[in-house]
């Protein structure tokens, strides 16, 4: 596919998907902590307790219960990331020093767009549609003066100007749910359409260690696209105890060709498989709680999961070339949701997940340092009217930092950071 027409295929998705050309850094990796208002402002604990059309983004299944409806929503994304550098540089033609200090990335936020619909074919059936996007990896690091024999004298956190990456991943998603024993179970699949676009920059230096100097970096954005699915069920196991599971596949896409010589594989980069299992409790009429359990197998993608060493000549962008060295992440989530009236509907939730970047692995996660653990949510829905409702959710995820050494220079110690905010709207009708 020539890179004049890929523009031009993936530029409705994202239309939709986002209004800007950049999803940021997520939460859990790159994985969203949940996605739909309602199912955000309860951590993301939703396998089991579907509301909204956007259910089918984490268990198709749910979509049986969902009736009638279009849910549109906006997300204001905030993460504020930095790296300090300390230590004492080796300052020799054969390490790679970094500046010391503290550096703030400069692009901290990020609107984001999803949107679910769904419709009952009959008593039993559902079909819908769902629009949503992953981020990850977005960073923006100005030209930081670096003193290293190695530089050259040029400027910048990798000796070649302004550094960071541009990636955004957006799904198309269709969606067939039937339920069974009036309503008592379910199930659900559904094929999963993805884009992807990626750009990087300032990272020109690393050209002595790939196997594709020509496209390494700065070559401005590419695109990727691929398809995988999602499958799911639901069932009541007593009144009010509802157990719900999913499997998302890997999704093969095609490479980024404009970095063969930067992702493994020669510019592979594949969407990571998934699983999710929950369960929800009607504590009485008005009380629902939730705990759920994600696990994202990152490491399975070897321009992700591969470690950075050894880093030697020719190794970026070949089969086994080095990544980002993140592992597996398992999360764990608990919302509640408090039905108060017909009016209002106020939702919490906090989860954890130890996040996937080892302390060995920080000088090439400052391009990508997805570090965060704990996020902390709340919302509420009000209704309009029969029809319609407006719902809102917040995240804070507090500041998270992980320390390590600079493998190209010993002596330094580098520290990532990160702290992030959501705010989340939606508006819903029922038809």
């Given at each position: ?9 993936l530029s409705g998705a994202f239309a ?210 691929g398809a995988g699915f999602r499958i ?53 009429r008005e009380i629902t709680t939730n ?141």
């Amino acid at each position: 596919m020539s890179y004049r027409n890929k523009p031009f295929l993936l530029s409705g998705a994202f239309a939709i998907i986002s209004l800007t050309p950049s999803l940021a850094s997520a939460t859990n990796g790159y994985f969203a902590h949940g996605y739909g208002a309602r199912s955000k402002a309860m951590a993301g604990a939703s396998t089991a307790f579907s509301q909204d059309a956007i259910a089918a983004a984490v268990n198709p299944a749910g979509l049986a219960y969902v009736g009638n409806r279009l849910d549109i929503e906006a997300e204001l994304f905030a993460p504020f990331r930095e790296y300090r550098v300390s230590g004492t540089p080796a300052f020799s033609q054969q390490s790679f020093d970094l500046g010391p200090g503290t550096q703030e990335s400069e692009s901290n936020f990020f609107p984001i767009g999803t949107l679910g619909w769904s419709h009952k074919l009959d008593d039993q059936q559902t079909i819908g549609l769902t629009l949503y996007g992953n981020g990850g990896m977005n960073t923006d690091w100005r030209q930081v003066n670096n003193a290293s024999p190695y530089c050259g004298g040029q400027p910048g956190v990798f000796c070649a100007g302004r550094a960071g990456i541009d990636m955004a991943q957006a799904f198309l998603v269709g969606t067939y749910a039937r339920s069974f024993d009036h309503g008592r179970y379910s199930v659900g699949i559904s094929p999963i359409f993805a884009a992807q676009t990626f750009k990087a920059r300032g990272i020109g230096s690393f050209a002595p260690f790939s196997s594709d100097p020509n496209h390494l970096s700065d070559k401005g954005r590419d695109y990727s696209f691929g398809a995988g699915f999602r499958i799911g069920g639901q069932a009541e196991l007593i009144p009010g105890l509802r157990l719900g599971a999913s499997y998302k596949s890997r999704i093969y896409m095609s490479d980024f060709e404009r970095y063969a010589g930067l992702f493994a594989q020669q510019g592979g980069f594949d969407i990571p498989d998934s699983f999710n299992v929950g369960l929800s409790w009607d504590v009485n009429r008005e009380i629902t709680t939730n705990f759920d359990i994600e696990h994202i197998r990152y490491s399975e993608i070897k321009s992700v999961g591969n470690t950075l060493q050894p880093l030697t000549p020719g190794s970026l962008g070949n089969g086994l070339g080095p990544g980002f060295g993140w592992n597996d992440m398992t999360i764990y989530k608990f919302g509640g949701q408090w039905k108060q009236n017909d009016q209002w509907t106020w939702r919490g939730g906090f989860s954890y997940g130890q996040q996937p970047i080892e302390g060995s692995e920080v000088l090439f996660n400052i391009l990508a340092p997805g570090v965060q653990e704990w996020h902390l949510t709340g919302g509420f829905s009000h209704a309009l009217s029969k029809q319609d409702d407006l719902s809102f959710a917040f995240m804070y995820s507090p500041q998270k930092t992980i320390t390590g050494a600079n493998p190209l220079s010993p002596g330094q110690s580098i520290d990532l950071s990160m702290t992030q905010f959501s705010l989340q709207f939606a508006w819903s009708r029922r038809f």
